[in-house]
């Protein structure tokens, strides 16, 4: 079965009715929107209407991409440390790293470093 693509265009937005900022993502081609307090929120809702927003059944596989724009911050910057992330991610699998331990390396707290030992 043929895998569909939906990727989302992703901001900040002021809400109208609570004047909080919000996340919003749009998807391109495609009717709808969905937005969350948290990025966390935001994407389990892109999850839940992915289907929906393409007029397809829920057995048809549909990945999801998100491009996001953070004012300040270029979109290549993003895209570049996610590129550059998901490379270490895959190395430190090779590594024999579990992904518990991963996740743990990543998130370092205090600034600590790495120091290659070979």
Excluded: N
């Excluded at 900022?21 to 892109?46: F, I, K, N, R």
């Excluded at 057995?59 to 910057?77: A, H």
């Excluded at 895959?90 to 743990?104: K, P």
Aim: negative net charge; glycine residues 8%; proline residues 5%.
């Amino acid at each position: 079965m043929t895998e569909h693509t939906l990727i989302f265009k992703v901001v900040r937005s002021r809400a109208l009715d609570t004047g909080t900022d919000v996340w919003v993502a749009l998807p391109e081609g495609a009717p709808g929107s969905v937005s969350g307090d948290t990025l966390a929120e935001l994407l389990e809702e892109a999850e839940a209407i992915k289907h929906f927003v393409l007029g397809l059944s829920k057995d048809v596989p549909v990945r999801i991409e998100f491009m996001f724009e953070v004012p300040g911050v270029p979109v290549e910057t993003i895209d570049s440390y996610r590129q550059a992330r998901a490379r270490l991610i895959d190395q430190l699998r090779q590594a024999g790293l579990s992904e518990q331990d991963s996740a743990e390396l990543l998130t370092l707290p205090g600034g600590q470093t790495l120091r290659q030992t070979a």
